[in-house]
């Protein structure tokens, strides 16, 4: 059984299909990139996979269990993180009471307000920030940190909840790049240590191609190549469409 199963899905927008008909597995261990151009429809795809909405048809399996209906909360306690193209973390916070909210909401103490939240899990957070190279910035405010640091500090909130699948949107996006490579490289060392899938859309193809372990192609909300990064690659109508003679 893959650790992510999706058939047939299908979401439209008046009379425009978004994605038609996609099928695709991601399996443990695994990072398969999902590439395309512009409206291609990987951000509908991605919205549907993470619960924000819902397919007009098709099927989501996380595990076996399927996921369509499921409020973004839900799909998240079943164990799918999700990393944004614009960093998503709380400006007044430290890094680390950043990951402390995270796992609170984890473990469903979020809703008790007899917790001092900064006194709640400090080894914890601290364990994940070390993972992703920011313990020593655990006490500075994210409002001060550089774009990369802050996507690391995105990267462990997204590990608070010990994901099965981690979904990340453009995550090299306004990153340096040698920021890229060591923000990518450090996702597939915790692919390879947790056994964690990882789904995620990207424009860089430097940094698809180095990382992948499989590719899907978009193009008009529908699926028209998928293989092994050579294959892809190869492929005639993923060079007119998307990648060019460069690549």
Known sequence: MSLLEVNGLTKAFGGVRAVSEVGFTVEAGEILALIGPNGAGKST?????????RPDSGSIKLGGVSTIGLKPRRVWRMGVGRTFQ????FGSMTVRENVQ???????????????????????????????????EQAER???VLAYG??????LAVALANAPKLLLMDE?????????????MALTADIVKSDSIGVLFTEHDMDVVFRHASRMIVLNRGQLIAG?????????????????GSRH
């Open 149 to 154: 640091d802050l996507k690391r500090l995105e």
């Open 45 to 53: 795809c991605f919205n549907m996979l993470n619960g924000q909405l």
């Open 171 to 183: 995550p090299t996006a306004g990153m340096a790049p040698k920021e890229r490579i060591e923000l």
């Open 86 to 89: 614009i960093t998503a973390t």
């Open 101 to 135: 909210m995270a796992l609170l909401s984890h473990r469903g103490r979020l809703k008790n307000l007899w917790v001092r939240a900064r006194e709640q899990y400090v080894a914890e957070a601290d364990a994940l920030l070390a993972r992703v190279g920011m313990r």
């Open 227 to 243: 293989g092994v990064p050579a294959e892809v690659r190869a492929n005639p109508e993923v060079q007119r469409i998307y990648l």
């Open 141 to 143: 405010p994210c409002s």
